[in-house]
């Protein structure tokens, strides 16, 4: 499942970089997330504890960011298991500057097997991209405020 | 398919059902008709810890209409408002988009509240709530309190109810006396989720559309009101060609997204061909008041 979209930040492509790279900008904004470890530079252990209406679920995995090419460009991996069902993603981030601002444009390709995607297939691309969308609205809150 | 451990609650009043929402929060499931909730728990993707089974609060099945508004009780089934004779005179989209909610079975147990408060993105029920300005009474701990259709649907299968309240009624709005409607959706079969539903009512005045409603279903995280679209149709003469505009601004207005099922260009051409269609049969169905 494929999913994609464009966010207009509110900071320079520098200091956008900077916060897409930083832990504490990810673990605020990452909805749902518990715990966020880093196990390596750019590796992290993540829980994830997503719920839409009575479907509640934990997910453990990890999220590895690779392929950087500073300021502009990274690809991010994402790897979870919970009751429910299993998720495996994988995008890529590129920045361009716009004006004073920043377009950030991301594309992502998402598998979702087990039980929930039997169940919840027509709503997941749906979800995933609202909470996409959910972090990328923090993030621009976050620069937003810094500016 | 049996459904992990659960504390079982009966209340037989809204205050006991509300005390007991107050009482476990989060950790509380209402149970209504259980048409969603309980195949979910079956395959253990939800697992509440307490179900507050609303099904002994007989005062809450009730079907009536009052100064051109009709109240259905939360409870009141499915099938109970498809076969009223109230509906079937006063509000006949209702008794269509009914037919083709689920199968006669599900519709036996489901409830009106239960398909409003589950706010499935494919729902008929909840486009047509939001299509005639409808609203919701909800009751918690501390208060009762009105919700607006259009502020109560916030996303994917998500109210603006919180946890601690208690659907208890549902009121459409009459349309007005000879008003032309009409539901049309597709689903791969009879009884599946639409890929794309939309319901019209249409009064038309001295040769002119006099009111528009249009609201839509499966294409987007919520129930879509095609708010440009009906200002569009108001005070102008009815034609094909006006009809074949508003479809465009249906098609413009809506961003649904793809599945397995339909992809989004699909669900997105079907919004605006069902329009269409939807504006001419609810037109055909009007009668003219001079």
Redesign the interface.
């Known amino acids: 499942m494929k999913i994609d979209g464009t966010n207009t930040l509110p900071a320079s492509v520098d200091t956008v970089w900077k916060t897409i790279n930083d832990p504490e900008a990810l673990r605020r904004c990452t909805p749902g997330l518990k715990e966020l470890k880093a196990i390596s530079p750019d590796n992290y252990a993540a829980t994830l504890q997503i719920g839409i209406a009575a479907v509640k679920g934990t997910y453990a995995g990890t999220l590895r960011i690779t392929d950087k090419q500073a300021p502009t460009h990274y690809r991010i991996i994402l790897e979870g298991t919970g009751g429910a069902g299993f998720m495996k993603g994988e995008g890529t981030v590129d920045l361009e500057p716009q004006g004073d601002g920043t377009l950030l444009k991301w594309v992502g390709d998402i598998q979702i097997g087990g039980l929930i995607a039997g169940v919840g297939q027509r709503m997941l691309g749906g979800i995933g991209k609202m909470l996409i969308g959910q972090f990328f609205k923090c993030l621009e809150e976050s620069l937003g405020s810094g500016s | 398919m049996k459904p992990a451990a659960f504390e079982y609650h009966t209340p037989r009043t809204v205050d006991e059902a509300v005390a007991l929402l107050a009482r476990y929060g989060e950790e509380g499931?209402v149970l209504a008709g259980g048409q969603s909730?309980v195949?979910?728990?079956n395959?253990?993707?939800?697992?509440?810890a307490n179900i507050i089974d609303i099904n002994r609060i007989d005062a809450l099945a009730y079907l009536r209409r009052e100064r051109g508004v009709l109240r259905l009780g939360a409870l009141t089934r499915q099938r109970a408002a498809e076969r009223s004779p109230i509906i079937a005179q006063h509000c006949p989209i209702l008794r269509d988009a009914l037919r083709l909610v689920g199968h006669a079975q599900i519709r036996n147990r489901g409830t009106v509240g239960g398909s409003i408060a589950?706010a499935d993105?494919?729902g008929e029920l909840t486009a047509i709530l939001l299509a005639l300005d409808g609203e919701v009474t909800v009751r918690g701990p501390k208060r009762t309190r009105v919700i607006a259709a259009a502020d109560l649907f916030v996303?994917?299968?998500?109210t603006s109810l919180d946890p601690h309240e208690l659907l208890i009624e549902v009121r459409f709005p009459l349309p007005p006396e000879g008003a032309g409607w009409s539901w049309m959706e597709i689903a791969r079969r009879h009884g599946d989720?639409a890929l794309a539903g939309v319901g019209v009512v249409l009064a038309v005045r001295r040769g002119r559309i006099a009111e528009a409603r249009i609201g839509l279903t499966g294409v987007?995280?919520t129930p879509v009101r095609a708010a440009q679209a009906e200002r569009g149709l108001v005070g102008q003469p009815p034609s094909t060609a006006l009809w074949a505009e508003a479809a465009e601004a249906v098609r413009g207005a809506v961003e649904p997204?793809?599945?397995?099922?339909a992809s989004a260009e699909y669900r997105k051409h079907v919004a605006g061909v069902l329009t269409l269609r939807a504006l001419q049969e609810a037109y055909e169905r009007a009668r003219k008041v001079a």
Do not use: V
């Open positions: 499931k909730l195949p979910l728990m395959m253990r993707l939800a697992r509440p589950h993105p494919a996303t994917y299968l998500t989720f987007g995280p997204d793809g599945d397995i099922h």
